[in-house]
Structures are given as structure tokens and as C-alpha cells.
């Protein structure tokens, strides 16, 4: 395991900058995630660190030695794609075996049967190590693709989306295993998602990009409770974070310079009120809670509300802001 | 609302009421569907029938007795399995079925071999790929006829262009360079020229194959330290095996029943070393007229190429579902 470095890193497809003056650095043991949207640059991030694509500018360091020149091979990273990118004609043990059967490795026979068991129930896929790859569900095969990472102790795991193709109760599970497996080992590991669940459960630091740049880096609830700007502000939060005009709402002095509010459900107090200034659109029922749909003037607002809380579709109510996020020209945050 | 939507599909159902023709057993009068679709295929079926499941059973018919084809008017009596007896014990059969044996050999390994590499190159997509995939094509989309007779001339020990390029970088005298007419030489000239002509088609299945293989298998790979050669042995050969298979099968199949360019190159000779079994059936029906003996001979023929490919064609499967 060792410390990841980024410095000014570029990558230049054609006219547009995939990854533009990147500067991250990752700690020893730690897990990071990338947020973002697609084309934000997230991949290619995983895949120049990774050796697969060369910079254009920058370095990058793996335990304080510069990688530039190297090939994948030569850089000690695991790395789990977002296809099942397994070998189809192997079992499940010869693909977790693969990157140990390396001659640079030189490991022993016994010493491969047991690295490959243990992770192997690590993964919960030791009852299918006979199946050929083929034969597998997509959560298996995914698994199967954790694993053969796993059985590595690289420098640094490099996961791309490898939970996006999985149904959402396996993703869940997965979610947790993978968390629960990366602090047994102690190991850093890169994750890029576009899933602002898989980002807030499982990161150390979440790093928020946006069009090839870090917009932030921080510890998820700083992310969440404290986001530089908009585009961070606008990740993170569900529903998503509704954008107000500064003058729409009562019940915050607004800082000079406001463009814009930012208010999630735990910015907006709602009270039955006959003479309110808002109005209920629509509620869609969750189970334990309901999305309101809310209309204040020519805008439209959705926060979480409990599943009792008595209002029906037509209803007046009055809304209020408590200590909401002040965005300016920019979009830059702003004290509030 | 809801009467404006059913308004909707009122109208929309009897829109498609209006656009579906009638069945057309409604205008055709006394004919159903169903004799309708048989009598679109009737057709092709006549023709198969015609064309080739009557002669196959024609012809084996003809493989139990003694008939001539240039003597229509004599009896024609039943021999039993006396054909069969006499072309599984001819010497000279069994040594056409060892050339074309021999034949079907080398020219599957030289075009998988080759086919295969051509494949492997062009894969690697560097500059003018696409135009060196057309040029390695072109003979290919020849006819056999014109290859045959063009290759006689570069073969042509005095004025061929073949004879002169081997001298010039082996030395041997040009007259020496028989291809056509040396008794060790003539078989391999047939090879060469079925390679030449052939190889593209094997390259082309190998290159559908190559590119079916994702990059991120290999990307993988390479992060896992696995070099070049095992990327090749652990990945490409398994993953393209079946369409290399697939190739061998079509090629095998094909080089089986190998006539017209043997026919045009040296017509069976020099003595009888370049005399493919379907030379040699040939000859049997066609000089000695023979008729029922040479039924006999393609009978057994068609069993065994058709036993050898299901036999393959279970073996692919296999391959395949691994």
C-alpha cells in the first residue's frame, strides 16, 4: 500500500481536455471517491494513474516514484473495469489466479491455492471456483473481477463503476462488502462513481469533478454540509438541492451579493397554513416518506416530508428557509 | 379526459383496421394462407429437389449396379455392393484419397497459418490498414479459371515469372524449376496457388474474430503483468479459436472436393501425383464411364466429408460454449 500523487495532470483528447491541471493526492490506506458526471473526466483520471493512457502535462507518483514512462505492468495497480472484463474461457479460480501466475510474481503453487481461497471467500464466489467464467450472473462476475483485484496487494486499487451494472439490492450488498474488505486490508483504493450513495457510504474523501477539474475534495459530510460552490452543492443531496432566486423565500437574512439559495429538505420548514405562500402540486408516496412537490410562485420545489404529515395535493402551506446555502455571481458559496 | 382517450383509440383502432390488407385467402379465392406460403416456396423447393436431393438418390441408386452412361441401351442389372467392394479395394483410389488427404493438410495449415498472421497485423490498425485489407483481398474475388490459367504462365519454366523469381534468389537454373511438370514439384504447386487465393478469406473469419475480442480484456491483462505472449495464448488464440475453426471447416469442406484449379494447373498429372479423388472420380465417370462404379466412389466420398464435418461441427460446439 503506499500514497498516491497527482500534479497538474492533462490529458487532451482531440479539442477537449478530459482531465485539465488535475492535482489530488491520496493517503496511504485511504479511500477516495471520484464524483461526477459523465465525460467529467473521471475514468481517465483511473486510467492515467492506472498507465493505460500517457499525460499530455503533469506527474504522477506511486509511493513517492514518478511514473511517467511506465507501463501498466511496471506501476503495481489493480484495476477493476466496468464491464466484467473477466477471461470468458477460464474458471473462476484461474481467473483469480491470473495476475498471481505472473512470471514477475514468482509465487509458489500452495501460496497462489491459498491467496485465491481466501479472497475467494472474501468475494462469497469460493462455492462457484469451479464455473467458468461465462457461467456466472453479473453480480458474480463482478465479484469474480473484485477478486482478481483483490488477490494483488497493489500499490493502489483502481475501481471504476464496478457496482453501475449490478441490480440495486446487490449493489447495496456489495457496497458494504467492499467498504468492509478495504478496511480489513488496510488498502487504498480510488473508486469512481457517478452514484452519490456509493460515494457518500464508502469514501474517506470524496473528490467532486467537473469537466476534467476537481471542483472539491473533502470528507463527505464536508462535501455535503459545506460545498464550495453550486456544482458540488447540486452532487450531492435527494432529492436534488433546489436552486431559488434570493428574494423567493422568508426566513434567513440574505448576504449581500446573493444570486442564488441553495435549499435542501433541511433547509425548508413547511407549516399548514390557509393564507401560506405556497401551494402542494403532486406527493409521491415512498413508504416511510413522501416527495412534496411544491410550488412557490413561477417555481417548483421537491423536499422530503413524513409519510403522516397531513396535506393533500391543492393544499396551502407556508414555507420558510433555515440556514440555507448562499451561492453569488459566480457560484461560489458565500457565509451565510 | 377519459373520454377524449378513448375517442383516441377509437380512431386509432379503426386506422389499423383500415391499413391491414384482408387475409389474402379472401381475395384469392379457394386458396388458403397456408397454401399460399407453399406456393411461394414451391419454387426453390422444386429446384432443390431437381437439383439435388433427386440426383443424390439417383445416384445411389446408381452405385448398386452396372450402369453406363454411355451405353443407355443396355440392361442395367444389379450388382449388390460389388461397386463399393471394387472402389474400397482399388489402390489406385485409395492413393487420390491420400493426395487429396495430403492436400486438404497443407493448404489448412498454410492459410490458418498465414490468414491468421495477415489478421493479427492488420488488427493492429496502424496507418493504411483499411487499404492493405483490399489489396490482400484481390485474389480472393478472382475466378478460379483466370488463377489457373495465370499461374500457368508464371509457373511456365522458360518465361514465368515464378520460375525466374526462384532462380534469381536460389541459383537453381531456371530449367530446373519445373512446377507443373516435376513429379515432386507439381503438388506443391497446386498448394501454393490454392494458398495464394484462399488465404485472404481465412484472414478476413480470423480478422472478425480479432475484433470481437474487447480491449478491455487486454487492459486487463496488462494491469495483471501478464506479457505479450501470454496475452496472446491466454486470450486472443481462445477467444478467436472458433472463428479460426470455423475457417478450417469452410476451407477443409472446400479443398475436399478441390477440381478446378488441379484440373487447369496439371489436370492430375505429372503421372497421376496431383490426382485429387474428384480428378480421379472424374476420370472414372467421365473417361472410363463407368457410371455405377463412380456413383459408388462419390457415395463414399460424401459420407466420409460429411461424417469428418458433423464430427468437427460437435467438436466447434464445444469450443464454443466453453
Given at each position: 500500500m503506499a ?6 495532470v492533462?490529458?487532451?483528447f482531440g ?18 471517491v471520484?464524483?461526477g ?5 473521471k ?11 500517457k499525460p499530455?502535462a503533469?506527474?504522477i507518483?506511486i509511493a513517492?516514484?514518478d511514473?511517467?514512462?511506465?507501463s501498466p ?8 473495469f466496468?464491464?466484467y472484463?473477466?477471461?470468458?474461457h477460464l474458471?473462476v479460480?484461474e ?9 514477475a ?8 491455492d491459498?491467496?485465491v ?53 446487490l ?7 467492499l467498504k468492509?474488505i ?6 487504498t ?25 476537481l ?6 459530510k464536508?462535501?455535503y ?5 453550486l456544482h458540488?452543492?447540486a452532487r450531492?443531496g435527494q432529492?436534488?438541492?433546489n ?9 434567513a ?10 435549499a435542501?429538505?433541511?433547509h ?10 405556497a ?6 408516496h ?14 417548483k420545489l421537491?423536499t422530503l ?32 | ?5 378513448e ?5 386509432a ?11 389474402l385467402?379472401?381475395?384469392?379465392r379457394?386458396l ?8 411461394f416456396?414451391?419454387p ?20 448398386f ?19 463399393y467392394?471394387?472402389?474400397l ?9 491420400q493426395?487429396t488427404?495430403?492436400?486438404?493438410f497443407?493448404?489448412?495449415v ?20 483499411a ?24 509457373y ?9 523469381a526462384?532462380?534469381f534468389?536460389s ?26 487465393m ?6 478476413l473469419?480470423?480478422l472478425?474474430g ?8 487486454y ?21 478467436a479459436l472458433?472463428?479460426i475453426?470455423?475457417a478450417v471447416?469452410?476451407?477443409g469442406?472446400e479443398?475436399f472436393k ?19 479423388a474428384s ?13 455405377g ?10 459420407v466420409?466429408?460429411?461424417?469428418l ?13 466453453r
Open positions: 500514497d498516491v500523487t497527482l500534479k497538474g492533462t490529458k487532451i479539442d477537449k481536455r478530459a482531465v485539465d491541471s488535475l492535482d489530488l493526492s491520496i493517503a496511504d490506506g485511504e479511500f477516495v471520484l464524483l458526471p459523465t465525460g467529467a473526466g475514468t481517465t483520471t483511473l486510467r492515467l494513474i492506472a498507465g493505460l493512457e499530455d503533469g506527474s507518483s513517492g516514484r511514473m511517467a514512462g511506465l505492468a511496471g506501476r503495481d495497480v489493480a484495476f477493476v466496468q464491464q472484463s473477466l477471461y470468458p474458471t479460480y481467473n483469480l489466479a491470473f495476475p498471481l501466475r505472473s512470471p510474481r514468482r509465487m509458489d503453487g500452495a501460496t497462489v491459498a491467496r481461497r481466501q479472497v475467494a471467500r472474501m468475494v462469497r464466489i469460493d462455492h462457484k471456483l469451479e464455473n467458468r467464467a461465462t457461467r456466472l450472473s453479473g453480480g458474480e462476475m463482478q465479484r469474480v473481477a473484485i477478486g482478481r483485484a483483490l488477490v494483488r496487494r497493489p500499490a493502489i486499487y483502481l475501481m471504476d463503476e464496478p457496482l453501475s451494472s449490478l441490480d440495486a439490492k449493489r447495496g450488498e456489495l457496497r458494504l462488502e468492509r478495504q478496511k480489513e486490508l488496510g488498502s483504493l480510488l473508486y469512481v462513481t457517478h452514484d452519490q450513495i456509493e460515494a457518500m457510504t464508502m469514501a474517506d474523501r470524496i473528490g467532486i469533478l467537473a469537466e476534467g477539474r471542483a472539491q475534495i473533502g470528507t463527505p464536508e462535501i454540509t459545506n460545498p464550495a460552490n458540488v452543492a450531492l432529492p436534488h438541492i436552486l431559488l432566486p434570493p428574494e423567493l423565500l422568508p426566513g437574512p440574505v448576504p449581500a451579493g446573493t444570486r442564488t439559495i441553495g435542501r429538505t433541511e425548508l420548514e413547511i407549516a399548514r397554513s390557509g393564507a401560506g405562500n401551494e402542494v402540486d403532486w406527493i409521491e415512498l413508504g416511510d416518506q413522501n416527495h412534496l412537490h411544491i410550488r412557490v410562485g413561477g417555481h421537491i416530508a413524513d409519510a403522516d404529515l397531513p396535506v393533500s395535493p391543492g393544499e396551502r402551506i407556508s414555507l420558510t428557509l433555515k440556514n440555507p446555502l448562499y451561492f453569488g455571481q459566480d457560484g461560489r458559496r458565500l457565509a451565510g | 379526459m377519459t373520454t377524449s382517450h375517442t383516441f383509440t377509437d380512431k383502432a379503426q386506422a389499423v383496421v383500415r391499413a391491414t390488407p384482408e387475409p385467402a379472401a381475395r384469392v379457394g388458403s394462407d397456408r397454401a399460399i406460403a407453399w406456393l416456396i414451391a426453390t423447393i422444386t429446384l432443390l429437389l431437381a437439383i439435388n436431393i433427386f440426383p443424390l438418390f439417383w445416384a445411389i441408386y446408381l452405385s449396379t452396372n450402369y453406363r452412361a454411355n451405353r443407355p441401351n443396355a440392361v442395367v442389372q444389379n450388382v449388390g455392393l460389388g461397386n467392394s471394387r472402389v479395394n482399388d489402390p489406385d483410389i485409395w492413393a487420390s484419397m493426395t488427404a495430403h492436400f486438404v497443407w493448404t489448412i498454410l492459410q490458418t497459418v498465414i490468414g491468421f498472421a495477415l489478421a493479427y497485423l492488420i488488427d493492429r490498425k496502424f496507418r493504411g490498414h487499404f492493405w485489407t483490399t489489396l490482400i483481398l484481390i485474389p480472393m474475388m478472382l475466378s478460379p479459371a483466370v488463377v489457373g490459367n495465370f499461374w500457368r504462365f508464371l511456365e519454366p522458360q518465361i514465368g515469372l515464378f520460375a525466374y526462384v532462380s534468389l541459383g537453381i537454373p531456371t530449367s530446373e524449376i519445373r512446377m507443373l511438370g516435376d513429379v515432386r514439384l507439381a503438388p506443391w504447386a497446386i498448394i501454393i496457388v490454392d494458398t495464394w484462399w488465404t485472404p478469406y481465412v484472414m473469419i480470423c472478425a480479432l475484433r470481437s475480442i474487447p480491449d478491455y480484456i487492459e486487463a491483462a496488462e494491469v495483471d503483468r501478464a506479457s505479450n505472449w501470454r496475452q496472446f495464448w491466454s486470450i486472443t488464440i481462445p477467444m472458433p472463428f475453426m470455423l471447416l469452410f476451407r469442406i479443398n478441390m477440381f478446378d484449379m488441379v484440373n487447369l494447373l496439371t489436370g492430375g498429372g505429372p503421372g497421376s501425383t496431383t490426382e485429387v480428378i480421379a472420380l472424374k476420370r472414372e465417370a467421365f473417361e472410363a464411364w463407368a457410371t462404379r463412380s456413383s459408388a466412389f462419390a457415395i463414399v466420398l460424401f466420409a466429408v460429411f461424417g464435418a458433423n464430427i468437427y461441427v460437435k467438436i466447434l460446439n464445444r469450443v464454443k460454449q
